[in-house]
């Protein structure tokens, strides 16, 4: 019966249907033939949402909004343009630091590169960059998004696995920095070897004027990390924190939210929170057919069957994650295959905060790949080029992200070190 109801999943999802209604029409399915009762359904969708940590979603997603709205995203744009914009290829590199001082803030990638890619890729094709080498570099960038805290991915992993936030926030920052640092490098030469070109440069004075611009937003990470690890808040409470001072920021500090934006706001942020919702919902009542069929346990022998040599396993569960994320999305394969592949990874000696943030950098890279690799197909639609194109220009950066995700899959000590500085 597990087979059944995988093989619909799949073949729903490769029909075009939207994983949502994949996930709750072959679980249906599944509970029919099964002869199940259906208050299964609501029981394990509320089960699966019944978390006060996850309050924290909506609040986040909200705190994004709002400094969106207040201007922080342009903000963010002029101090990375002022930092990097003078060297050759400046707005390439710009993108990328944009995505990293942004990340800070939406906790996703998809919000990243519709943000900082309908900014900057027309900006880019204006000065002369190519159409795929701008979508390819808004795309991969914005990966860099859900390594650092505020991460709404890693609030899930920490829910699933009653893992510490603040110790998942921690995990994911170093290799969010690795990542953007193979991402400039990448960038750079590619740009030196396209002779692309770079922006006058900027007064030390304008710098510091773009780095004040920029002050608030950046210091809202340090204000949610401060009071998670300093134990003066809950990741929940610190969400709300973090609306509090996005209302302030964008109010008094930049003047540009105003009361006439809040219905827009709020609604964006309902529909937001309940497509997350209701996905996490689905994906948990999906997970719970599956542990009661015996599915990680089967999963587990079986590839401990195959070998018990560690390296080779994180290889294939690097392979299925990847693959994975070619398709799914990615919060509905963390809630699916997380509390799945989680007993394999411990079986090696894998630390759970480690193995969280190894696949959600492994999810995060098919973001940017096809077939349904979500933020590559905004970022080709913003930049009015075809995905095949944008793709070929992507394989640079592709390298960079894979090679990161090796060195974190096998140096625990990279994920793991800023944690082991709070225990």
Not at 111 to 133: C, H, N, Q, R, W
Not at 378 to 403: M, Q, T
Request: charged share 10%; aromatic share 10%.
């Amino acid at each position: 019966m597990a087979f059944l109801l995988v093989g619909l999943f799949l073949v729903l999802l490769l029909a075009g249907m939207p994983i949502v209604f994949s996930l709750a029409v072959s679980s249906l399915v599944y509970l029919l033939i099964n002869g199940e009762s259906l208050t299964i359904i609501p029981q394990t969708m509320f089960a699966g949402i019944n978390s006060f940590t996850l309050v924290a979603i909506p609040a986040f997603i909200l705190a994004g909004n709002l400094m969106n709205e207040g201007g922080i995203t342009d903000k963010i744009i002029q101090f990375s343009k002022a930092s990097v914009g003078r060297v050759r290829g400046g707005l390439s590199l710009t993108n990328v630091a944009s995505s990293l001082g942004f990340s800070g803030i939406s906790g996703t990638a998809l919000a990243d590169t519709a943000s900082i890619g309908s900014v900057l890729i027309p900006a880019m094709k204006k000065e002369g960059y190519g159409p795929g080498f701008s979508a390819a570099v808004t795309s991969m960038s914005s990966t860099v998004g859900p390594m650092i805290p505020p991460s709404l991915p890693m609030i899930i992993v920490g829910t699933l696995a009653g893992a510490s936030i603040g110790d998942l926030f921690l995990a994911g920052a170093i290799p969010g920095l690795l990542l953007a640092l193979g991402f400039f490098i990448v960038a750079y030469v590619v740009s030196v070897k396209r002779s692309y070109p770079k922006e006058n440069p900027v007064s030390t004075k304008e710098l510091f004027k773009s780095f004040l611009g920029a002050f608030w937003a950046l210091l809202m990470v340090f204000i949610i990390l401060w009071g998670i690890l300093g134990g003066y808040f809950t990741p929940t409470e610190a969400a709300v924190v973090a609306v509090l001072y996005a209302f302030v920021i964008g109010a008094a500090v930049y003047r540009k939210l105003h009361l006439r934006n809040f219905p827009k706001l709020l609604i964006d942020t309902i529909v937001a929170t309940a497509a997350i919702l209701l996905l996490v919902g689905f994906a948990n009542l999906f997970g719970w057919i599956l542990v009661s069929e015996g599915i990680p346990t089967m999963l587990a022998d079986g590839l401990l069957s195959l070998t018990d040599n560690g390296v080779l396993i994180i290889l294939m569960l690097l392979l299925l994650l990847l693959i994975v994320g070619m398709f799914m999305e990615t919060i509905a394969a963390l809630t699916i295959l997380f509390p799945v592949l989680l007993p394999v990874a411990e079986s090696i000696g894998m630390d759970t905060v480690h193995f969280g943030v190894v696949m959600v950098l492994a999810l995060m890279i098919g973001l940017s790949t096809p077939p349904v690799g979500v933020c590559l197909f905004v970022a080709a639609d913003l930049a009015k080029v075809s995905v095949g194109k944008a793709f070929k220009e992507l394989i640079p950066f592709l390298g960079v992200s894979l090679a990161v995700l090796l060195l974190v899959s096998f140096i625990p000590s990279i994920s793991l070190f800023l944690p082991g500085l709070f225990e």
